[in-house]
């Protein structure tokens, strides 16, 4: 109760093991801060004192704003007046509210209460009646929180709410074009879903929205393209979207006279925008993730979560649409993505395919997977979002051959059957698919594909018949399609003996994947073939822009263009460097246009690899001995009060909007170079020029594209990264999870060598259990990496132990098997026993037991003594109980101490712990106290003492008869740890028949 106190929140629901993040508790600092101003005094006093405050500085106008914005969010009583305050008391058009209101909707939306939610739409309504600037995002981000495939109350609610303000504000909802085409995009998509009945009313107001501003707006819903199409396919068969529907294929003019007909949105590609538009924030950082994070093989339990979370209702059929759309259009991987052990799209897409129930919503998501075929133009159209189609049919030949079948015969059908007047343009859209395909080498031939000999025979003939020309290949023969070639992928699954014709131990798209050895999923065999595109700066014709320079800045500038050798060219920077300098009119005008020329003419020092190979003081001068390096050493050796250094700054900023690599090189050549630069303050004053992001964000950019870039040349500079950032990288699970996710043994090596000479530090006290938290996601070898650094700390075992008790032995077995070896290390002690006793017993949960059971053979005393006082505190009268946990956390229950004790007993076949005289007793006492119930389940574990017990008093009798009492002392000597029924017993209950007799006295029973 107290955790769950202490973790409620104003504004959002907490579960009990969640903490407020940094977000919660600052929103609620400010409110608090507003709340000690204005309580009890006056409106007007409250203005006098809300606008002296706010005069102090910006800090003091940030916590009035947001606390006023906390105020109207939770408190409906009060929220006229908070917000009357809060457009009085504004210095900025609520633009620093508008940019908190956009953080709260993107990441903490569904964690809102209902409460907070219902005022978000209210004051929503307000800022749109009083034309706030910057309104028209929130209302796209509130949209995005409207999930697809979702017909939940909160759900629904969220839809009518936001139709509401639109049709209500629809002067306002006008002026966005943008805005218009995202509703228009959102709402038709919406209608599909709300088909039932119960939200028959609902539907109609979103037709009759939807109906209307196609109609009056239709040159603003031109922009969304061909998805426009696609969607106004699935309602067309409402009466309104029929009419609409003659007057797009047959008076086009009539809805806007620049509109020429249905194929001029056809051959329009979507905006990643309105694609990205359908799923909410969460969904999208969770495909992401995927698509970027999760290795290939390994992905299973990560799309179950998924498919639980979002798929697992039928309304949700119509939500995979939406997501292969998003994965074609939207997830592009860079090439070196292409080459790692990530999952790929056409896999992911190939098991949401999979998971289909309905006919209908698998028609739509094939439709959804080749709609970017139909009408492709390489011209326009990117190789990105038609590649994951062709994979998929390809890769699904052997382990799923019905998907296969199902596309290829999809492709066929649709070429005749989308749009009959259409079909010559749909053809050649499909061709110029496929010769694209070949073109970048996405496969090397499509014979594999479409002359398959095991494809059906109809299907066969019909796909010679429309792909002929794609299905010889005069060098393969009728089997050799099947063969694959050692760079395309082979997915194998545990049993495989290597017959590539036993489809038996295929591999599945998620069900067995998860049992693929990681030593079978080596990225060697799993290499695409790159997708070489052409970057945005090599296509860039500079002309223009050095048309715009002037003076020497522009003689060097064209000089450095036209010159291929390495050495002229840095000479000729140096020049360019010193016109910079001495030029009295370098503005920011100037910089933006000089960045963008160098960005152009440099950029093969971008596209190069710059980490040598075999590293040493010679190899690594000569990696920086290039013309951006020797902008790098004049901005380093110039001192920080130089004013020379701002214009230098400023053309490395431009440089870096276009070649993001910029930072990770900059990092690079201050540890290569060597050279003295205090705390490395040139990358700091860059990352200060940029505005765009802080410095802890700007690094891990920086290190992750280094990271993706070049792993040796991210652990060359991981330890001088931790010596000169300490307080962003020490203890930042993010970075440590970059650092393990890519490293192998040797380099994993060079760090504990670092570390045990002291020139590094991975972690803080403060910070360590989120550490430890954020790692039990990680995958296996990561985690093993982080103990073995956490190791090379000497980390107390005592900073472990409270994540101890939420560790689960199947799920979190790195974890524990690397605390299992640390306490193997440590002595019992009251502290230890008590965290590790706090943990659930379960039936295969071999974790304490182990540990008991090895400190019982090491330290069996010592244990026997915490043991006892354990029971004994465990015991004890309620009140004390609450007394000795008023300064502790939870001690582990009497239940959970006797059943880690039973889980003792039955692996433990030798039973000297239990005869450990206190050990006895607390079992004894335990006994006497405790329940009936509890006396059944642990039995076996108390019918231990009364064996033992009455063991020792049948010795002692027979000790009486034997001699006199006197004798006893000289048997002392005489110990034997493995007899039974040695004389030491007899010699230790001899002396204590009064005890014995009270407590038979107190049992009352045949417990003796």
């Known amino acids: 109760m107290e955790t769950s106190k202490n973790n409620s929140s104003l504004l959002f629901y907490h579960t009990v093991?969640?903490?407020?993040?940094?977000l919660d508790e600052k929103l609620e600092r400010c409110y608090s801060v507003l709340t000690s101003l204005i309580n009890g005094v006056s409106e007007k006093e409250a203005h006098d004192t809300l606008n002296a405050t706010i005069s102090k500085g910006l800090q003091n106008h940030e916590e009035i704003s947001l606390g006023l914005v906390v105020g109207i969010i939770t408190d409906p009583t009060n929220a006229a007046r908070y917000y009357r305050d809060l457009t009085y008391v504004t210095r900025d058009g609520l633009a620093l509210v508008i940019g908190y209101l956009t953080q709260i909707i993107l990441e903490k939306y569904t964690k809102l209460q209902?409460?907070?939610?219902?005022?978000?739409?209210?004051?929503?309504?307000?800022?749109?009646?009083?034309?706030?600037?910057?309104?028209?995002?929130?209302?796209?981000?509130?949209?995005?929180?409207?999930?697809?495939?979702?017909?939940?109350p909160k759900n629904i609610w969220l839809a009518e709410s936001m139709l509401d303000i639109f049709i209500e504000n629809r002067g306002w909802l006008e002026k966005f074009s943008l805005l218009v085409a995202t509703a228009v995009y959102t709402y038709l998509r919406l209608i599909v879903d709300h088909g039932g009945q119960i939200l028959a009313i609902l539907r109609q107001r979103e037709v009759d929205f939807c109906i209307s501003l196609l109609r009056e707006r239709f040159t603003e819903c031109m922009m969304i393209g061909r998805d426009l199409v696609r969607l106004l396919q699935n309602v067309a068969r409402i009466s309104e979207f029929e009419k609409l529907w003659r007057d797009i294929l047959f008076e086009p003019t009539s809805l806007a006279p620049s509109f020429t007909g249905v194929l001029q949105l056809l051959t329009t590609r979507t905006s990643r925008r309105f694609l990205q538009s359908r799923l909410t924030p969460d969904m999208e950082r969770k495909i992401v993730f995927l698509t970027s994070q999760v290795r290939f093989g390994q992905q299973k339990r990560y799309q179950d979560w998924f498919q639980k979370q979002y798929l697992s209702t039928p309304d949700s059929q119509s939500l995979r649409c939406d997501l292969i759309r998003f994965i074609c259009g939207v997830i592009h991987p860079s090439n070196e993505v292409l080459c790692s052990d990530i999952i790929p799209r056409w896999a992911v897409i190939g098991w949401l395919l999979t998971t289909c129930t309905s006919n209908v919503a698998a028609s739509n998501a094939k439709l959804s997977l080749f709609y970017d075929w139909l009408f492709f133009d390489a011209e326009r159209d990117n190789i990105m979002n038609i590649e994951p189609a062709?994979?998929?049919?390809?890769?699904?030949?052997?382990?799923?051959?019905?998907?296969?079948?199902?596309?290829?015969?999809?492709?066929?059908?649709?070429?005749?059957?989308?749009?009959?007047?259409?079909?010559?343009?749909?053809?050649?859209?499909?061709?110029?698919?496929?010769?694209q395909i070949l073109e970048k080498r996405v496969l090397p031939s499509l014979s594999p594909l479409f002359d398959n000999p095991k494809l059906d025979k109809d299907l066969r003939a019909m796909v010679i018949e429309n792909f002929g020309e794609f299905c010889s290949v005069s060098d393969v023969k009728p089997e050799e399609p099947l063969q694959p070639r050692e760079s395309e992928v082979v997915i194998i699954d545990g049993n495989h003996t290597g017959n590539l014709n036993n489809s038996e131990n295929e591999a599945q798209f998620s069900e067995d994947e998860d049992d693929i050895p990681l030593d079978k999923l080596r990225v060697r065999d799993i290499k695409f073939r790159p997708i070489k595109e052409t970057s945005k700066v090599e296509q860039m014709d500079i002309g223009e822009y050095i048309d715009q320079l002037s003076g020497d800045i522009k003689k060097w500038v064209i000089n450095l263009k036209n010159e291929k050798v390495c050495e002229t060219r840095c000479e000729m920077v140096e020049k360019l460097l010193q016109a910079i300098l001495q030029g009295n009119d370098f503005d920011q005008d100037t910089a933006s246009t000089l960045g963008i020329c160098?960005?152009?003419?440099?950029?093969?020092?971008?596209t190069r690899k710059i980490f040598p190979q075999e590293v040493d003081d010679e190899s690594l001068e000569d990696s920086i001995g290039t013309p951006l390096f020797v902008m790098f050493r004049n901005l380093c050796l110039t001192p920080e009060e130089d004013p020379s250094r701002q214009p230098q700054l400023?053309?490395?900023?431009?440089?870096?909007?276009?070649?993001?690599?910029?930072?990770?090189?900059?990092?690079?050549?201050?540890k290569a170079s060597k050279i003295q630069?205090?705390?490395?303050?040139?990358?700091?004053?860059?990352?200060?020029?940029l505005d765009s992001k802080d410095l802890s964000s700007s690094l891990l950019d920086d290190l992750r594209m280094c990271q993706d870039e070049d792993v040796h040349m991210f652990c060359f500079l991981i330890p001088d990264i931790y010596t000169q950032f300490p307080n962003i990288a020490v203890g930042n699970?993010?970075?440590?999870?970059?650092?393990?996710?890519?490293?192998?043994?040797?380099?994993?090596?060079?760090?504990?060598?670092?570390i045990l000479q002291g020139y590094m530090i991975l972690f803080r006290k403060e910070s360590f259990l989120s550490v430890l938290n954020a790692s039990l996601e990680w995958e296996t070898f990561e985690q093993f990496c982080l103990w073995q650094l956490i190791a090379a700390h000497n980390i107390p075992v005592d900073y472990i132990l409270p994540i101890l008790p939420k560790l689960e032995y199947n799920a979190h077995a790195e974890a524990l098997t690397s605390i299992l070896l640390m306490l193997k290390k440590e002595k019992p002690s009251a502290e230890l026993l008590r965290h590790i006793m706090s943990r659930q017993v379960r039936p295969n949960d071999h974790f304490v037991v182990s540990v008991l059971k090895f400190w019982s053979q090491e330290h069996e005393e010592k244990l026997a003594e915490l043991v006892s006082s354990q029971l004994s505190k465990a015991t004890s009268t309620p009140n004390k109980r609450k007394r000795n946990q008023a300064?502790?956390?939870?001690?582990?229950?009497?239940?959970?101490?006797?059943?880690?004790?039973?889980?003792?007993?039955?692996?433990?076949?030798q039973t000297s712990f239990f005869n450990q005289e206190m050990v006895q007793a607390s079992l004894l006492h335990v006994q006497i106290s405790c329940s009936e119930g509890q006396k059944t389940k642990f039995s076996d574990l108390f019918a231990l003492t009364e064996e033992l017990d009455s063991m020792r008093t049948n010795k002692s009798t027979r000790g009486k008869g034997k001699g006199p009492k006197g004798s006893t002392k000289y048997k002392q000597p005489v110990v034997g740890v493995s007899d039974a029924t040695s004389s030491e017993d007899e010699e230790t209950l001899k002396p204590k028949p009064p005890r014995k007799k009270k407590k038979a006295a107190v049992v009352g029973s045949d417990s003796d």
């Open 114 to 152: 209902d409460t907070s939610r219902t005022q978000l739409i209210w004051l929503l309504r307000e800022m749109i009646r009083n034309s706030v600037p910057g309104v028209d995002g929130l209302c796209y981000n509130l949209l995005r929180q409207i999930a697809g495939g979702d017909t939940t």
């Open 887 to 909: 300064n502790k956390s939870q001690a582990p229950s009497v239940d959970q101490t006797l059943a880690h004790l039973d889980q003792l007993r039955q692996h433990c076949k």
């Open 17 to 22: 093991v969640e903490a407020k993040d940094e």
């Open 598 to 606: 160098l960005a152009h003419i440099l950029n093969d020092e971008f």
């Open 677 to 689: 630069d205090t705390n490395m303050s040139s990358y700091r004053d860059l990352v200060k020029s």
């Open 733 to 754: 699970a993010e970075l440590l999870n970059l650092i393990v996710s890519c490293i192998d043994a040797s380099q994993l090596q060079d760090l504990i060598c670092h």
């Open 390 to 435: 062709i994979l998929v049919m390809y890769h699904s030949m052997r382990p799923h051959p019905a998907i296969t079948a199902t596309l290829l015969d999809f492709l066929c059908r649709i070429m005749t059957n989308f749009y009959v007047p259409l079909t010559g343009q749909v053809k050649q859209g499909i061709y110029s698919s496929l010769r």
């Open 650 to 670: 400023m053309v490395l900023a431009e440089i870096a909007m276009h070649q993001p690599k910029l930072g990770c090189m900059l990092l690079y050549f201050v």
